[in-house]
């Protein structure tokens, strides 16, 4: 895939300020948005459509450019499985540049910029092992249902951006004020009916998305236009038990680890989150007959839980409980026999779990899928993830379905 924005000799006509207010392609863009074709004479809108050209030229989206191969065609094959109009990539490009593990000043982080507690409210997890704002495919699925919501709630996907970036109460009430929701009237700066930020967000979208139609621009920038037909997600899904290791995972695919923590920014510790059988980490598509072939887990492995350590309670106590040497939880945790710190205060305690040696396999029969046979033996379905990370939802018949002993 093309570089997203590469930095090239550009003649000065360029970068040109405007565009042709009648070109339909364009005119076709705003239809997405369901916004009228009258928008496209806004000068506003020509002015940040000049501003974003001389941006992409002259400083080439330095963020965007390392990430753009793995991100873009994820982005795209997951927004054309929804009833998104493809040019809301460009949310993410204004959003967060397509850098993964951005943060911004009030808090909000990953591609789509989530707010903790708006993350939350669509299913994000953020506690102290992840935080799934960071997690590049929940949180694409998470905006996905959250912007097909506002536009379910206003009508109109460009209210749904905006709602998007300033809450819906907020564009409700500059909708009842303004006595209409004509995209001319509420993104007015002489009104103030929205935001500052509001009303230029929704133009940095419309003109990134703008610039995607300009054939000559692109051209020369090297832009990848394939909006039209997404490509095939290179990012594929494992499940993998508590306290799986990057480090390990990034070893069997010979692979740095960089490359695999830019993939699972998400992991805040670097491991999967305990108490869990079963736990998404992603690896490289081209990287899964390697994994499948040569990932093999230990024969006793280091699990962990956490305990809340109450008032009095010692690690002697704790030793007793678990079946763990004190001193494995002491060292586990860098805390002395007597340390105040005991007290109210979270404890990571190792546990080793043998793994499955001889699984009972599952031929499976014409229709069959991974869910049927977890209700077939009365098992859950993340427990046959974790036993079957590499098998879809859907079965072939004859293939082999691991189960258990």
């Given at each position: 895939?093309?570089?997203?924005?590469?930095?090239?000799?550009?003649?000065?006509?360029?970068?040109?300020?405007?565009?042709?207010?009648?070109?339909?392609?364009?005119?076709?863009?705003?239809?997405?948005?369901?916004?009228?074709?009258?928008?496209l004479?806004?000068?506003y809108?020509?002015?940040?459509?000049?501003?974003?050209?001389?941006?992409?030229?002259?400083?080439?989206?330095?963020?965007?450019?390392?990430?753009?191969?793995?991100?873009?065609?994820?982005?795209?094959?997951?927004?054309?499985?929804?009833?998104?109009?493809?040019?809301?990539?460009?949310?993410?490009?204004?959003?967060?540049?397509?850098?993964?593990?951005?943060t911004?000043?009030?808090?909000?982080?990953?591609?789509?910029?989530?707010?903790?507690?708006?993350?939350?409210?669509?299913?994000?997890?953020?506690?102290?092992?992840?935080?799934?704002?960071?997690?590049?495919?929940?949180?694409?699925?998470?905006?996905?249902?959250y912007?097909?919501?506002?536009?379910?709630?206003?009508?109109?996907?460009?209210?749904?951006?905006?709602?998007?970036?300033?809450?819906?109460?907020?564009?409700?009430?500059?909708?009842?004020?303004?006595?209409?929701?004509?995209?001319?009237?509420?993104?007015?700066?002489?009104?103030?009916?929205?935001?500052?930020?509001?009303?230029?967000?929704?133009?940095?979208?419309?003109?990134?998305?703008?610039?995607?139609?300009?054939?000559?621009?692109?051209?020369?920038?090297?832009?990848?236009?394939?909006?039209?037909?997404?490509?095939?997600?290179?990012?594929?899904?494992?499940?993998?038990?508590?306290?799986?290791?990057?480090?390990?995972?990034?070893?069997?695919?010979?692979?740095?680890?960089?490359?695999?923590?830019?993939?699972?920014?998400?992991?805040?510790?670097?491991?999967?989150?305990?108490?869990?059988?079963?736990?998404?980490?992603y690896?490289?598509?081209?990287k899964?007959?390697?994994?499948?072939?040569?990932f093999?887990?230990?024969?006793?492995?280091?699990?962990?839980?956490?305990?809340?350590v109450?008032?009095?309670?010692?690690?002697?106590?704790?030793?007793?409980?678990?079946?763990?040497?004190?001193?494995?939880?002491?060292?586990?945790?860098?805390?002395?026999?007597?340390?105040?710190?005991?007290?109210?205060?979270?404890?990571?305690?190792?546990?080793?779990?043998?793994?499955?040696?001889?699984?009972?396999?599952?031929s499976?029969?014409?229709?069959?899928?991974l869910?049927?046979?977890?209700?077939?033996?009365?098992?859950?379905?993340?427990?046959?993830?974790?036993?079957?990370?590499?098998?879809?939802?859907?079965?072939?018949?004859?293939?082999?379905?691991?189960?258990?002993?």
């Open positions: 895939m093309k570089s997203f924005f590469a930095l090239l000799l550009i003649p000065l006509g360029l970068l040109a300020s405007g565009f042709d207010s009648h070109d339909q392609k364009k005119i076709e863009v705003l239809r997405h948005f369901d916004i009228p074709a009258s928008y004479k806004d000068p809108l020509h002015d940040m459509y000049a501003q974003k050209k001389r941006e992409c030229v002259l400083q080439g989206f330095a963020d965007s450019t390392e990430n753009a191969d793995v991100f873009i065609p994820m982005l795209t094959s997951l927004i054309a499985q929804s009833d998104l109009p493809s040019e809301f990539l460009f949310v993410t490009l204004v959003e967060s540049q397509l850098h993964g593990s951005a911004s000043r009030r808090g909000a982080a990953g591609l789509w910029q989530f707010m903790e507690s708006t993350g939350k409210l669509h299913g994000l997890r953020v506690n102290q092992f992840v935080d799934e704002r960071r997690d590049h495919i929940k949180s694409t699925r998470a905006a996905i249902t912007l097909s919501g506002l536009k379910k709630q206003f009508g109109k996907w460009y209210l749904a951006l905006i709602a998007y970036n300033c809450g819906d109460g907020r564009l409700s009430r500059a909708i009842a004020k303004a006595g209409t929701s004509d995209i001319h009237v509420l993104t007015d700066p002489k009104r103030g009916l929205l935001p500052p930020e509001s009303r230029k967000y929704i133009r940095k979208v419309i003109a990134l998305s703008l610039l995607a139609t300009d054939e000559i621009f692109l051209s020369k920038i090297q832009f990848d236009t394939s909006l039209e037909t997404p490509q095939e997600n290179p990012i594929a899904t494992v499940y993998l038990p508590e306290g799986e290791n990057i480090d390990r995972i990034a070893a069997v695919l010979e692979m740095p680890k960089s490359n695999l923590v830019k993939l699972n920014t998400h992991l805040k510790k670097g491991v999967t989150p305990p108490n869990e059988q079963a736990y998404p980490v690896i490289p598509k081209e899964v007959d390697d994994f499948r072939q040569k093999r887990p230990k024969g006793v492995r280091g699990y962990f839980v956490m305990h809340r109450k008032s009095g309670e010692s690690l002697e106590q704790l030793s007793k409980r678990y079946n763990v040497p004190k001193n494995s939880i002491m060292m586990e945790n860098m805390i002395g026999d007597n340390d105040e710190r005991n007290i109210n205060r979270q404890v990571k305690i190792p546990i080793n779990k043998p793994f499955l040696k001889k699984p009972r396999l599952h499976a029969k014409s229709g069959e899928t869910a049927s046979v977890a209700t077939l033996y009365n098992v859950t379905l993340e427990q046959l993830r974790l036993k079957n990370p590499f098998i879809s939802n859907a079965l072939h018949e004859g293939e082999e379905v691991k189960i258990g002993d």
